[in-house]
């Protein structure tokens, strides 16, 4: 009874987040606070880490937190046992490189990048991105090339990011098994909705993370070359973003609209 107390409250702000995830909050709360009746496991230090996260967060919040807030970050806990589960059945092992392990304090790596993640899902107002928030932590428990400072990095450029921006990064990423239209964009959208998208696209063009980068004017004044959005791509920093967020489960529909957005 005295263990079963201690997890209660870390157990119920997973749980709590059923009004964001479904019921899939409630299996993933199982999996991490009662693996023993579960049908799969998790790693050991992963589940450890995620359980010491939920506690933490429900116990001690960072500042006054709404009740809504407290479901998505319940739900960003769910997510990333979702995917946990299923980076396990596709082969990648969790690291073992210290990112799980408390060191002085009895804090962890992937301590400071969890509570990063949480507020993150507590703070958004699109609560679809606080699936992709979830799967962060997921990836980054089996992404030993990453460290703790490399996850900040990628997760900050995420979070100053519309959800549009997100949906465009997958759109660019998945471009090998989704052929992305060859038409030019508009240069002066006359529609609000096209007007936003091309913001959000040439946006992403100055920050970095696509390129080619923003078209500069030429010398007296020749025409600046059309941007179709077959020749975007990945940077360097848009792939870390893609791979963090796990950016290839954003849905077809999604990508279709933001696509459309640009015509």
């Not at 091309?198 to 030429?218: C, F, H, I, M, V």
Request: charged residues 25%; contains cysteine; aromatic residues 4%.
């Amino acid at each position: 009874m005295a263990e079963y107390t201690e997890a209660a409250p870390g157990r119920a702000l997973v749980e709590s987040g059923e009004l964001v995830a479904g019921s899939m909050a409630r299996t993933a709360a199982g999996l991490l606070f009662d693996d023993g009746s579960a049908k799969v496991r998790l790693d050991d230090g992963l589940a450890r880490w995620l359980r010491r996260t939920a506690t933490t967060a429900d116990a001690d919040p960072a500042a006054p937190v709404s009740s809504r807030a407290r479901c998505r970050a319940g739900a960003a806990l769910a997510f990333a046992a979702e995917l946990s589960v299923t980076r396990a059945h596709q082969g990648r092992t969790v690291r073992t490189d210290g990112f799980l392990a408390p060191g002085p304090g009895e804090r962890a790596p992937a301590d400071e990048v969890a509570e990063a993640a949480v507020l993150a899902a507590r703070a958004t107002t699109e609560e679809w991105r606080v699936r992709h928030l979830g799967y962060l932590l997921a990836e980054a428990a089996v992404s030993p090339d990453l460290d703790a400072a490399v996850v900040l990095r990628g997760l900050r450029l995420a979070t100053d990011l519309t959800g549009r921006q997100w949906v465009l990064l997958a759109a660019v990423g998945r471009r090998e098994r989704a052929p992305l239209p060859m038409a030019p964009v508009p240069q002066d959208p006359r529609g609000w909705a096209a007007w936003g998208a091309l913001e959000d696209l040439s946006d992403l063009q100055r920050r970095g993370l696509l390129d080619p980068p923003p078209a500069t004017p030429r010398p007296g004044g020749a025409a600046l070359p059309r941007l179709r959005p077959v020749d975007l791509r990945l940077t360097r920093r848009g792939v870390l973003v893609h791979r963090l967020l796990a950016l290839d489960f954003v849905r077809d529909p999604a990508v279709a609209a933001a696509l459309a957005d640009l015509a």
